[in-house]
């Protein structure tokens, strides 16, 4: 037998094997989500913004434990030392929707509020829920009189309460782990509504092959790694060299 043919079957294997394994994810996954929509109502309303963010907090690292159920491990690597009592501003490559629940819950104790579009806002138990409610910001990309405004607000936001606010500049994810251009006006309006803001470059690794079959099959026995790049001030150098600075520095720990 080839090495071709032997990958091949090696391949026919796995995706066999993922089937009953992704029917059990996605049971324990949707139950996370709906076991912890009226967690969360509870928390925001009977105890407040830090409360729910607790409740958040827990909810993240269930779902991540869900991924164990796919044989997935996850490694997270940081050789920097964030400040708690300063706004950040998080910037990473985007390859599934997993990679919220990793940063969310790696760099809990920054209080991580997202970007994200308007359409999540309603129909996802739990996250629709978090994303109205959790001091995150909805925005309508087709629509820049809604959306710069909205970025404007969240940026002073995010650094008027030393919260960190996480952008995908990629906009939409990678499927195949390939990164796509950056995008900068997002980044832009965020530099300049949270100039004291420390800028944290974030590399994710093979999320995107738990989705490499779809939605169903998932992928399995994925090792899933989040790198967190040095830190760089946003008035350290001009504009256009701080974008080009940490677009380099997130791709370059991409491994494909």
């Known amino acids: 037998m080839n ?8 391949g026919a294997i796995e995706k066999m094997l993922s089937y009953p394994l992704s029917v059990f994810f996605y049971l324990f996954f949707g139950l996370t989500l709906l076991i912890f929509h009226p967690l969360q109502w509870l928390g925001k309303n009977l105890g407040g913004s830090k409360t729910h963010r607790g409740v958040v907090n827990i909810m ?28 950040l501003i998080i910037v990473s490559n985007h390859q599934s929707m997993f990679d919220i629940p990793l940063i969310s819950w790696y760099l809990r104790k920054h209080k991580p ?15 629709s829920f978090n994303l109205r409610h959790g001091g995150h910001v909805l925005i309508d990309r087709k629509n820049a009189k809604q959306s710069i405004p909205a970025l ?13 606010g996480v952008i995908f500049p990629e906009g939409t994810r990678s499927r195949d782990g390939k990164p796509k251009e ?18 944290v470059p974030v590399t994710i690794n ?37 974008l080009e600075t940490i677009e380099k520095r ?6 494909t």
């Not at 796919?70 to 300063?86: F, V």
């Not at 509020?113 to 996250?127: A, D, H, R, T």
């Not at 404007?152 to 919260?163: A, L, M, R, T």
């Not at 997002?186 to 420390?198: H, M, R, S, V």
């Open 152 to 164: 404007s607000k969240f940026g002073k936001f995010v650094s008027e309460h030393n919260f960190s």
């Open 182 to 199: 950056f995008a900068t006006t997002g980044l832009k309006i965020l530099f300049k509504n949270a100039p004291k803001a420390l800028v």
């Open 250 to 255: 997130v791709l370059e720990k991409i491994r």
């Open 60 to 87: 993240n690292l269930c779902l991540l434990r869900c991924l164990h159920i796919l044989g997935a491990r996850i490694s997270y690597k940081n050789k920097h030392q964030l400040p708690k009592d300063h706004p």
């Open 3 to 10: 090495f071709s043919n032997c990958k091949e079957n090696m």
């Open 113 to 127: 509020k997202f970007i994200s579009k308007i359409e999540l806002g309603k129909g996802i138990p739990s996250i």
């Open 206 to 242: 093979n999320s995107w092959k738990l989705l490499k079959f779809g939605n169903f099959p998932l992928g399995i026995g994925m090792h899933l790694t989040l790198e967190i790049q040095e830190p760089l001030s946003i008035d350290s150098m001009e504009t256009n060299d701080l």
